[in-house]
């Protein structure tokens, strides 16, 4: 009697093999180990067989993670003669990875540092504005390479209304904002904002219940009158990193703040005439620098105040 041996992919359906491969890909814990991928995370599996490979790409769930610049860092930024072609491929593969996500949410992250043509990056990534869910841009650069991105290209990125995005985290970016006023986001579902240097305005009414600022100078904006203030009733938790803590205060209504954490690196900034009334605050952490009359100041109008620790 004649034997064959036994297909895993004749016994087992493709419903169950993606259950298999679920539990290799996690959207969560690619996000948080891009640094050390050099290829998609299931890149392995479609290495065994061309049913397998076949079936990762056509499943959008695999794709949904769109990095730009990352996975492109662990090798030297292309001489002159090479930076067109290699950038020519960074866009085709971002536009296949689009293609392959279907419709669903996309999370998405860049490093501006290592995106050889920013402008037809954002042209891409714009059309499917209405899918973003969380967008984060790094800078890390390694060997002293910068590549400078206009503001006003970031400003582009920005510019589509973006009706599911719940996330934004700017971090990191230190030199290639040159847009002087703070740039503006319609995303009416953002829950979580993350600036540096340069400050992204959200409609008002906010729906931010987490912000973090960082070096950002808000004393060039101005004071603003009491009804000029960024409307941020539903802001539960502020973080305030290199800069000045009265100006960043006195530009938002949040009376509901419940938790505010200061680091600002520097006494020299001013105090400020006065601060809001935070009748929520019930967690303060501020950097212990010395004495401080911006905390002297924010103390007095922390009346529910629980927990306060003198570092961050």
């Not at 959207?27 to 076949?54: F, T, Y």
């Not at 505010?260 to 009748?279: F, G, I, M, N, Q």
């Given at each position: 009697?004649?034997?064959?041996?036994?297909?895993?992919?004749?016994?087992?359906?493709?419903?169950?093999?993606l259950g298999l491969f679920d539990l290799?890909?996690?959207?969560?814990?690619?996000?948080?180990?891009?640094?050390?991928?050099?290829?998609?995370?299931?890149?392995?599996?479609?290495?065994?067989?061309?049913?397998?490979?076949?079936?990762?790409?056509?499943?959008?769930?695999?794709?949904t993670v769109v990095d730009i610049g990352i996975r492109e860092s662990y090798a030297p930024l292309p001489t002159a003669p090479d930076v067109e072609r290699n950038a020519d491929a960074q866009v085709s593969a971002l536009e296949l990875q689009l293609t392959r996500s279907g419709q669903l949410p996309l999370q998405i992250v860049i490093e501006p540092d290592f995106v050889m043509d920013f402008g037809a990056v954002v042209d891409s990534l714009r059309k499917q504005a209405r899918r973003w869910q969380v967008l984060t841009l790094l800078d890390k650069p390694r060997k002293g390479i910068r590549r400078l991105i206009p503001g006003g290209l970031l400003a582009s990125l920005l510019s589509s209304p973006f009706p599911s995005l719940i996330s934004i985290q700017v971090r990191g970016l230190s030199t290639f904002f040159d847009v002087p006023e703070p740039l503006s986001v319609n995303a009416p579902s953002?829950?979580?904002?993350?600036?540096?240097?340069?400050?992204?305005?959200?409609?008002?009414?906010?729906?931010?219940t987490f912000l973090s600022i960082i070096g950002v100078n808000f004393s060039a904006f101005g004071t603003p009158s009491s009804e000029a203030k960024l409307d941020m009733s539903q802001l539960l938790e502020l973080h305030i990193e290199g800069c000045g803590v009265g100006p960043v205060?006195?530009?938002?209504?949040?009376?509901?703040?419940?938790?505010?954490?200061?680091?600002?690196?520097?006494?020299?900034?001013?105090?400020?005439?006065?601060?809001?009334?935070?009748?929520n605050m019930k967690e303060l952490q501020w950097d212990d620098l010395g004495s401080d009359s911006t905390f002297t100041l924010l103390i007095h109008r922390c009346p529910s105040l629980t927990s306060f620790s003198s570092y961050v």
């Open positions: 009697m004649e034997t064959t041996s036994a297909n895993i992919n004749h016994i087992l359906p493709p419903e169950l093999l290799i890909y996690s959207e969560s814990s690619i996000i948080e180990d891009l640094g050390n991928q050099k290829g998609h995370p299931l890149v392995s599996v479609m290495l065994v067989c061309r049913v397998w490979r076949d079936l990762v790409e056509s499943s959008p769930r695999y794709w953002l829950r979580s904002l993350t600036c540096t240097n340069q400050f992204i305005a959200t409609q008002s009414p906010s729906s931010l205060l006195n530009a938002f209504d949040a009376p509901n703040l419940a938790k505010l954490v200061v680091d600002t690196k520097d006494r020299s900034y001013p105090a400020p005439e006065s601060l809001p009334s935070y009748p």
